[in-house]
């Protein structure tokens, strides 16, 4: 039924679980959520609506899409003092550090639903994180910005508030752009979920000690902030500044790279599982062209990253080592272009890939044959030896 027929006992030896929310071939570079290619998704649904696919395994009805909806608009407002959480915070803190701060500290002001076995506390807790998470990240921008913090208003959808909360003022209207909330649904969806990379791993391992789901989540967050992972739609755009702030060309860069002694990466290029182009990366490349051309920011960059990629995809070192972009190579440059600095790009990824946390978090707590997660190991150091005297060593 998955469309997997054979698993050769490498992959199986190697799985870390069985999941039925996410299937990625890397080879052929297919990705769906619940059976639904992510391209279709990508194209047609919505972030609220692929939440609810993830972690419920279905699309909702119309009527089951407006109550999940309206149950995380209503949990994006927070408790008045967590407010004052993002003042205990350096305005250079990096914002994966405060999210990961105010994931637990919605924990603390949500304390009486905390119980991971009983599912009115977990439904109650995945409302709270989806609907919160993103006034924590907006938050967390306005604060490092030092400018007032807006509330959410319900008459406005997930995205759009998010957005306003990001970028508002209270002395004036904030202009909702239909370009912009399309290019943030598009970009959180594809970001939703990924099976069991590190942050997700991570998620189910922790859970899987009964740790409630937002201290799984944050510690999630700090996965995700790890430049070889999340962090990499960070690392992507530095690196096209530097390349472009040392006046070098392309092939100058490349060259760096494949002198494997610089230990100089091509970020954003590569991936555990996929062996052939990331189907995400695709589609954000569609829209970077689209959205940059129009607002006529970052083309220069987006040139670079054009010329970047056509580079690196007829050099031999990249091809036979399938290197190919993945999700982060492009989406610095719409969140850029959007007004992000940055040090925020991964906070982005965070907002996007909670439903998939969530879902994977549930999954893992829903199997009745569950275990504490407990890796093994190869051991390589010493054989047995006695102890010596400090006289004698
Ligand atoms: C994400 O797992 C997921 O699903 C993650 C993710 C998700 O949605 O959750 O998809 C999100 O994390 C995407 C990846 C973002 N990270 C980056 O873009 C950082 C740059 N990429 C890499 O560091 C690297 O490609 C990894 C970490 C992503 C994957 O590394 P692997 O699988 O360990 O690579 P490898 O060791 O198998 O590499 C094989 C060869 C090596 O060279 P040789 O020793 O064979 O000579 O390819 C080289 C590597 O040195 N190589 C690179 C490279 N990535 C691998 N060389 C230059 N630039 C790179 N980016």
């Known amino acids: 039924t998955t469309g997997v027929t054979t698993l050769d006992p490498g992959f199986v030896n190697t799985a870390s679980c069985t999941s039925e929310i996410t299937f990625i071939d890397g080879d052929e570079g297919i990705l769906r959520y619940r059976g639904y290619p992510i391209e279709q998704l990508a194209e047609k649904s919505t ?21 999940f909806t309206s149950k995380l608009t209503r949990r994006m407002l927070l408790d008045e003092r967590m407010r004052e959480l993002f003042r205990c915070f350096p305005r250079g803190a990096h914002p994966m550090g405060v999210l990961a701060a105010g994931v637990m500290a919605l924990g603390a002001f949500n304390r009486d639903y905390l119980d991971p076995h009983n599912p009115e506390h977990v439904e109650e807790a995945s409302f709270r994180l989806l609907g919160s998470m993103p006034t924590l990240a907006a938050y967390a921008y306005k604060s490092s910005v030092g400018e007032p913090f ?31 909330v399309r290019a943030f649904e598009t970009l959180f969806i ?24 937002y201290a799984s989540v944050s510690s999630g967050v700090n996965a995700l902030s790890g ?18 702030s040392y006046g070098m060309d392309i092939k100058e860069f490349v060259a760096k ?18 062996k052939n182009y990331d189907p995400r990366a695709k589609i954000i490349k569609g829209h970077a062209d689209t959205l940059l051309r129009q607002s006529g920011k970052n083309n220069h960059l987006l ?48 907002l996007g890939r909670l439903p998939g946390w969530i879902a994977q978090w549930r999954e893992e707590h829903d199997n009745p044959k569950r275990k504490i997660g407990r890796p093994r190991q190869i051991y390589t150091g010493p054989a047995r030896r006695d102890y010596l005297p400090l006289a004698e060593r």
């Open 47 to 67: 972030f609220i609506e692929v939440a609810y696919l993830l972690i419920y395994g279905e699309l909702p009805t119309a009527e089951e899409l407006e109550s």
């Open 150 to 180: 807006l509330y959410p208003q319900t008459g406005l959808g997930y995205v759009e508030n998010y957005l306003r909360l990001s970028f508002g003022y209270p002395t004036e209207d904030y202009e909702i752009k239909p370009e912009v």
């Open 190 to 213: 594809l970001h939703a979920d990924h099976e069991q990379n590190a942050s997700t791993s991570t998620v189910r391992l922790v859970g899987s000690a009964d740790a409630n789901i």
């Open 227 to 244: 430049p070889l992972h999340g962090g990499a739609n960070q690392a992507v755009l530095e690196m096209l500044r530097k390349i472009s």
């Open 257 to 274: 790279v494949k002198d494997k002694e610089s230990g100089v990466k091509l970020m954003g290029f590569g991936h555990r599982v996929y």
């Open 303 to 350: 040139e670079m990253a054009l010329e970047l990629e056509d580079t690196a995809l007829h050099d031999d070192y990249f091809i036979s080592r399938k290197l190919y972009p993945n999700v982060d190579f492009y989406t610095g440059l719409i969140y850029e272009a959007m007004g992000f600095p940055a040090q925020h790009f991964t906070a982005l990824f965070a």
